[in-house]
């Protein structure tokens, strides 16, 4: 159905080729998905199958590409649009009008599908991806996961017998991402729809899927390459996999599980013979909390986010705030950091109240990363951000241009100092975004997603960097639905409810302990307080 | 039932012409309370956009000033600034402020009729009252009016990003941190929406053909059109020149129409045109008319209330005054058809 041969494509002004030689065979109806780091040429790849690669990036391809029985070289990406459905990594991103069904319906009136026929696939799409009772709401209402899934369903309103979505679920939580997963699972099975789908949390998606690709960089050449065949077998060649797959690897698991019901099979026998693990240490800590919420209310308008909320933060530990979209994880960070107004209650920052600093000011002392990084570069240079935001504390000269190189060294973006900023990769930006809020050496860092749209490379360095700052003596909270990342990293849990604080403790309890929060290898060997691949497999080995 | 957007657009029109015939303080009291009632009592299409309360204080208070600053006419001479200062340097007078303060009413009037369509349509529905041929510019018109809420979002959250920074707005130099993210962000997010769109098959059908009929065509309306127009401005010749713009008026319509009809679009909504959007637009057309039309018969001599040189009551003409009701005709029909939609 679709086929790749000798495919080669490099965009404008590169050097290199972006794909080199690709030789790809996606049969009619599967569920495939796409893999590799950031920057490897997973999104480039995607778009070769509706022709946004060469049509509307420009660049140069070679090969046969067959989509469907067409070439979409030839095609261009209009005609191909009746049979490749896309979905970008960003739904608000590709929204033309603001209601649900005139969404859903703008392709179908481009293409004159007349009115009675349009009616018919609307309600279709609506059906299918559960979408009736929002069918009157505007766009801007809706979250995050139902606003991919409208994403989806105009994407579908042609009824293309292929869908490809860019890492569709980057953006949202653990719940609103199986729900958008749930519908892709329906349209493959039910509809025998084929889904090419690419995406960095594969662990979310391994369980529904029938076909792998990688795409593969050298770390030495810089070469690329792209493998594909039958998940186990591929997952066995790839590095850096999902807990669960690491874990069956090293203890030689076979088949491969691919989900958790799967790998409950070959965890059971092992759990039994467990005894329970010694309870968890108790954190030991300074006199004084570096940060410490007192009775805090904030909100919005009429609407209270959060009511007499404490909570305090201690030096050199790791704090993860875990909750469901809407609860107010993003609004409390705000509100420590004076973006959001205190409405009732205190906020004190070593010992001293924050009523009546500015923003700056306490950022001086607590550094705050927002979920858009993007937000925060606008110099020519890697190395102009540091050193502007070096003269918005006031350090300017010799002593500025000697201490934006020192961060720079410290953060690993030495290679990158006269780099233009925005054309850096995911994890690139992110990291230079950490870097000019952590020049004024502030004593908290509080960071909104740091892991969104990272690869797994990428989050291993930010995890690195984490605990540098832990053992320095650094105060961290860390806001993320990113469950396995936050198993790796944390010393301490804090899960949000609407309701205030509903757990607070050692990560091993709390993780260990929480139906939606629980990471793979929690879920693998419940009870034993094992959050990590890596902790796992030192009890276990030890064990044998 | 909901009114057809050109019936609503036919209710703006009058309501903008009955704002700019009169400074009548008592007409313009009229006008000012028929809108906010429509705009209360309108069942709502979306999010109800509100302007803010301190905008049209500012607006009151700039007119007012800026008027009695600057016209220096008017016997209640309120007090007096140095003759040597330029423009607005001498007699302050009530009368000034008066009419000042009556053109900032003028002008909050505009900004709520246009507030009340933003709510009672949707920018698509306006946007669709365009011919076919337009249906490129619709679009686009859509997204430009799409991106503004989203514009200001982002300005927002940059805001905040340099503040956490640690930077301060002061002078004029300090916004480049702010301007620079916002323009590579809104480019960014326009290349993302035009990606998107070529993957939906927007523009397939849309391969430039050059007509060069159509194009002609277009250019000799126009031509028409301010030949016509010229020769009834300089020479007189009314008849010549009505008929020459009328020519021009239906060659370019024509046109219009021939090029709607090669790039074919289908509705996903037509709204069905009802006996309560007749009522509505004809009795918009003839207020309007009746506003406009220079027709000797009637007395219109109140609508042009002037304050100086020294302040008068404003007269009321009560059929004139019943004539401004019309602008009640959305809600009267709506009451009539189905009151419990009133201010759903």
């Known amino acids: 159905m679709i086929s790749f041969e000798q495919v080669s494509f490099s965009y404008p002004q590169a050097q290199k080729p972006l794909l080199e030689q690709v030789n790809l065979e996606i049969p009619e109806g599967s569920f495939c998905l796409v893999v590799g780091a950031s920057g490897s040429g997973k999104s480039t790849l995607l778009r070769c199958i509706n022709g946004l690669v060469p049509h509307f990036s420009g660049g140069r391809l070679s090969g046969n590409i067959r989509v469907d029985g067409l070439d979409p070289v030839r095609e261009s990406p209009q005609v191909m649009s009746r049979h490749v459905g896309f979905v970008f990594q960003d739904p608000e991103a590709q929204f033309v009008v603001n209601q649900v069904e005139d969404e859903i319906a703008f392709a179908l009136e481009h293409a004159a599908i007349p009115q009675q026929e349009m009616r018919i696939r609307v309600e279709e799409v609506l059906g299918l991806l559960d979408l009736g009772e929002l069918r009157e709401r505007e766009l801007h209402t809706l979250s995050g996961g139902q606003q991919q899934r409208v994403a989806i369903a105009a994407a579908l309103a042609l009824r293309p017998n292929i869908l490809v979505l860019d890492e569709p679920t980057s953006q949202l939580d653990p719940q609103s991402a199986d729900d958008v997963l749930q519908a892709l699972v329906r349209l493959n099975a039910d509809l025998g729809i084929t889904i090419v789908l690419a995406e960095h949390r594969i662990e979310r998606v391994l369980p529904f899927i029938d076909h792998l690709i990688a795409v593969q960089v050298d770390p030495i050449t810089g070469k690329r390459s792209v493998i594909e065949g039958e998940p186990r077998e591929l997952l066995q060649q790839i590095e850096l996999v999902p807990p669960l797959i690491a874990l069956g690897k090293a203890l030689a698991w076979q088949p491969l599980p691919l989900s958790i019901k799967e790998g409950l099979r070959h965890s059971r026998p092992l759990a039994r013979q467990l005894s329970q693990l010694q309870p968890p240490q108790p954190l030991k800590h300074s006199d004084v909390p570096v940060i410490k919420l007192h009775k805090l209310n904030s909100g919005y308008g009429q609407h209270t986010v959060f009511e007499d909320l404490d909570l305090e933060l201690w030096a050199g530990e790791i704090t993860v705030l875990l909750g469901r979209n809407g609860v107010g994880k993003s609004t409390l960070l705000r509100t420590i950091v004076g973006l959001q107004p205190i409405r009732k209650g205190a906020v004190e920052i070593m010992g001293r109240s924050t009523r009546g600093k500015s923003v700056a000011e306490i950022c001086q002392q607590v550094g705050y990363l927002p979920q858009d990084p993007n937000a925060l570069l606008f110099s020519d240079t890697v190395r102009d951000e540091l050193l502007i935001s070096l003269a918005n504390h006031k350090i300017t000269g010799p002593a500025a241009l000697e201490r934006a190189d020192v961060l720079l060294h410290k953060l690993g973006l030495v290679e990158l100092a006269e780099a233009y900023p925005r054309d850096l990769s995911v994890g690139e930006r992110q990291r230079v975004a950490l870097a000019a809020i952590s020049v004024s050496e502030p004593q908290a860092f509080l960071l909104d997603e740091p892991t969104r749209g990272l690869d797994y490379v990428a989050k291993e360095r930010l995890a690195e960097l984490l605990h540098t700052w832990r053992s320095e003596g650094k105060t961290l909270l860390i806001v993320t639905h990113d469950v396995e990342f936050a198993a790796s990293i944390a010393d301490r849990i804090v899960l949000l409810g609407s309701d205030g604080i509903t757990a607070d403790g050692p990560a091993s309890e709390v993780l260990g302990a929480s139906p939606l929060f629980a990471p793979q290898i929690a879920r693998l060997f419940p009870q034993t307080g094992w959050l990590t691949s890596q902790q796992a497999l030192q009890h276990l080995l030890a064990k044998s | ?344």
Request: hydrophobic share 50%; with cysteine; proline share 6%.
């Open chain 2, 1 to 344: 039932m909901k009114l057809h957007p050109l019936a609503w657009v036919a209710w703006l029109l009058s309501t903008l012409v009955a704002l700019s015939v009169t400074r009548n303080p008592l007409y313009l009291l009229i006008v000012l309370l028929c809108i906010a009632i429509v705009g209360n009592l309108s069942p709502k299409s979306q999010t109800r956009y509100k302007l803010p309360t301190a905008l049209f204080v500012l607006l009151l208070v700039t007119s007012c000033c800026f008027n009695a600053l600057t016209v220096h006419y008017g016997n209640s001479v309120l007090f007096r600034l140095p003759e040597w200062i330029p423009v607005v340097g001498g007699v302050i007078t009530l009368e000034a402020a008066l009419y000042g303060l009556l053109n900032g009413c003028v002008l909050i009037g505009f900004l709520l009729a246009f507030q009340v369509i933003m709510q009672v349509i949707t920018s698509q529905e306006l946007v669709g009252l365009l011919p076919p041929a337009f249906y490129p510019i619709a679009v686009v018109v859509t997204i430009a009016l799409g991106f503004v809420p989203t514009t200001i979002q982002q300005i927002g959250k940059i805001r905040d990003a340099q503040a956490i920074r640690g930077h301060r707005l002061q002078g004029w130099r300090d916004w480049l941190p702010l301007w620079m993210p916002l323009l590579i962000g809104g480019l960014e997010r326009a290349f993302q929406l035009a990606e998107a769109m070529v993957a939906r098959g927007f523009a397939s059908n849309d391969r430039p053909k050059q007509i060069i009929g159509d194009q002609i065509a277009l250019v000799c309306g126009m031509l028409l059109l301010l030949a016509g127009w010229f020769v009834r401005l300089v020479w007189g010749l009314g008849g010549v020149g009505i008929g020459a713009m009328l020519i021009g008026a239906l060659l370019i319509g024509l046109t219009l129409w021939r090029i709607g009809k090669r790039s074919p679009r289908s509705h996903y909504r037509t709204r069905r045109w009802h006996l309560n959007d007749s009522i509505v637009l004809l009795a918009s057309l003839l207020f309007a008319g009746l506003l406009l039309a220079p027709l000797d018969l009637l007395d219109r001599r109140s609508l042009y209330y002037y304050p100086y040189p020294e302040l008068s009551l404003p007269e009321f003409q009560t059929w004139l005054g019943l004539c401004f009701l019309c602008l009640l005709t959305p809600i009267v029909v709506s009451l009539l058809n189905n009151p419990k939609e009133i201010g759903s």
